[in-house]
């Protein structure tokens, strides 16, 4: 069974820019998450997507937004790039269980220079 | 205010020997405790989860104790083996709040020495 899936894997942009990453979940999972790894602030909660809403957001500004489509598939966006958002972005994907956790795709990894 | 504290950023162990990583939590609203391995530039793998109500949870080689009035859980690994060598992360669920958010501690990379 396909994993979760991101695009593109690695990316580079510049100051001011703005980004879109794409993620394609499990078939059958319906909630999404995004998560920001960096060395200084480690694994760090972005949004969570459930049925197209957003239910629940973290501590991040404005600049930083998602959505997610009809099919489960999500997006992020970050406009006005910072040095500083130069991580590792995560998707992850669940059946909407606790216990069962989230599954997490590979990543992308953004370099704002 | 980290919510989450994973004390020890890194542990060696010899293979074949048990690997003890710990975790203290403050939020006494979580119910579920979950840990990820993690390989560099990869995602988080789910290794195993606790339920707030039990105190033990096994699977395989991986064990995972609860302490609910310390506030408190370690994983244990036995035998360890070099193949688990990676970063590890707690990561608790307040599944009550309506959404399954993960707060992701800083992690422990353990190192298996052959």
């Known amino acids: 069974k396909a994993g979760v899936t991101q695009t593109p894997r690695y990316l580079i942009k510049t100051r001011g820019q703005q980004v879109t990453l794409s993620c394609s979940p499990i078939s059958g999972h319906r909630s999404v998450s995004w998560y920001q790894q960096t060395p200084g602030q480690g694994l760090q909660f972005l949004f969570e997507?459930?049925?197209?809403?957003?239910?629940n957001k973290g501590n991040f500004p404005g600049r930083f937004s998602g959505r997610q489509f009809s099919n489960s598939r999500s997006e992020m966006n970050v406009s006005t790039l910072e040095l500083g958002d130069s991580a590792l972005y995560l998707c992850?994907?669940?059946?909407?269980?606790?216990?069962?956790?989230?599954?997490f795709g590979s990543g992308t990894r953004l370099t704002v220079v | 205010d980290q919510q989450v504290k994973q004390n020890s950023p890194s542990l060696s162990v010899q293979e074949g020997r048990i690997s003890i990583l710990n975790c203290d939590y403050t939020?006494?609203?979580?119910?579920?405790f979950l840990w990820y391995k993690k390989y560099p530039a990869e995602g988080p793998t789910f290794l195993i989860s606790?339920?707030?109500?039990?105190d033990k949870n096994e699977d395989g080689r991986f064990t995972v104790f609860l302490n609910k009035s310390a506030k408190h859980l370690s994983l244990h690994i036995v035998p360890s083996q070099p193949g688990d060598s990676a970063v590890y992360f707690c990561a608790p669920v307040q599944s009550g709040a309506g959404s399954y958010q993960l707060t992701f501690g800083k992690g422990t990379k353990l190192s298996v020495i052959p």
């Open positions: 606790i339920s707030s109500i039990k």
């Open positions: 992850a994907s669940s059946r909407d269980r606790a216990k069962d956790g989230y599954t």
């Open positions: 939020n006494s609203m979580f119910d579920y």
């Open positions: 997507y459930f049925s197209e809403t957003q239910r």
